[in-house]
């Protein structure tokens, strides 16, 4: 879908990302490098929230993945083309590892400028070759490798999650081969695999390394796309919900509270939608494009924000005085740095990135031995 689209029809989306990512600068703000430290009595209940709470944005994230993600894969429920496994993976690898070892060459390069400035927990040490590879694989937490920035664990997940869902479309297209069939039965697989993760995964904290731990909240968001077309998928929307609250009476989880609310706001917000488009239509909001911008350079700002988090943390330790006001400037230079570096790193980088992803796509790489001789040729 075009940008233009999104903004138009996704506005919900954008708002969601938009929040999720600030939220999450924020809380890596609060919680690493000194200067929310020293902030803190300014504001030690607004400090103590984000060094805590404000982490379950990252449940946004999820939610927002496995709606698009089945916006994008089976539209309403049906598989229009057969599932190429390989190619939608190797595509979505790209699209996540290509900004992602940008943004790692960056913290890298922050990391090592930190270390001449302040001694702190928060500063990675230097890596070698083989844990920067590992990196770039996406398996640094499953083999137990420090990371070089914040919120790696997620792009790993998210690909996880995005294998997962291509693997069940895939399986289900191979075995029923009719598109009312599969729109039937798509749904209740990914029901089931809500359950097992909010009846038992997602209370054991050993796998969140993996993606059914995250299963409940990813397969919310996936139904939650899915029952705007049909009446099975909004049964099983229904059923996957029941199933997340009995796994809340079983224990309770903020996090997966906060993720079915969440995918419960985007259906409703589509329901809506759908009523609002009845009527005579109403003059785009003010600001709709300032939002839908920022939500364009989410995924920038979540990778690039921990190196300028910590360039700054690291100034402001060595060239500062300790003072509370003076170090919340900081953490404020630091939370607008990391939105102007991530507009900057968007702009020049994973901008350019997707748009060779999709030229090579079109090129032919996902159409068979034809289409790769041609390409070759």
């Known amino acids: 879908m075009s940008a233009a689209g999104h903004s138009q029809r996704l506005p919900l989306i954008d708002l ?3 929040l999720a990512s600030q939220l999450i600068v924020l809380h890596h703000l609060a919680f690493y490098g000194p200067m929310a430290d020293r902030a803190a009595p300014l504001m030690p209940r607004v400090i103590d929230w984000l060094a805590d709470p404000a982490r379950m944005a990252v449940q946004v994230f999820l939610v927002v993945g496995g709606y698009l993600a089945a916006l994008s ?12 496994v390989r190619s939608r993976l190797f ?13 790692l060459l960056l913290a890298i390069v922050a990391a090592a400028l930190a270390r001449s400035w302040m001694e702190h927990p928060s500063v990675p040490l230097a890596p070698s070759p083989m844990q920067f590879a590992v990196h770039l694989l996406l398996l640094q937490d499953v083999v137990g490798v420090e990371a ?3 919120g790696v664990w997620y792009v790993a997940i998210d690909l996880q999650l995005y294998a997962a869902l291509v693997l069940w479309l895939a399986l289900v297209s191979t075995l029923l081969k009719g598109s009312e069939k599969i729109r039937r039965v798509l749904p209740w697989g990914v029901v089931m695999a809500v359950a097992w993760s909010a009846w038992c995964v997602n209370r054991d904290s050993t796998w969140d390394v993996f993606a059914p731990y995250f299963f409940a909240a990813h397969g919310l968001g996936a139904l939650a796309a899915w ?8 049964a099983a929307f229904a059923l996957a919900l029941l199933g997340v609250l009995m796994g809340l009476w079983l224990e309770w989880r903020g996090r997966l509270a906060l993720a079915a609310a969440l995918a419960v706001l985007l259906w409703a917000a ?10 005579p239509p109403l003059s785009r909001p003010a600001g709709l494009n300032a939002l839908h911008a920022l939500g364009q350079i989410s995924y920038a700002t979540f990778l690039v924000h921990f190196p300028v988090c910590l360039v ?7 060239f500062v005085p300790p003072h509370a006001w ?12 990391s939105i102007a570096a991530g507009a900057l790193f968007h702009h020049v980088a994973e901008a350019p990135l997707m748009r060779l992803v999709s030229r090579c796509k079109a090129a032919g790489w996902s159409v068979g031995p034809r289409g790769r001789r041609a390409v070759s040729g």
Do not use: C, M
């Open 16 to 18: 969601l990302k938009v």
């Open 73 to 84: 894969l089976a539209p309403d429920g049906r598989v229009r083309t057969p599932t190429q």
């Open 91 to 103: 595509e979505r690898y790209l699209r996540l590892a290509l900004p992602l070892a940008l943004a």
């Open 148 to 150: 070089l920035s914040a």
């Open 227 to 234: 029952a705007r077309g049909s009446r099975t998928a909004r």
């Open 270 to 279: 589509h329901e809506f939608r759908i009523r609002l488009a009845a009527r």
């Open 312 to 318: 700054v943390n690291a100034a402001f330790t060595a």
């Open 326 to 337: 003076l170090q919340a400037i900081g953490v404020l230079t630091a939370w607008a740095g």
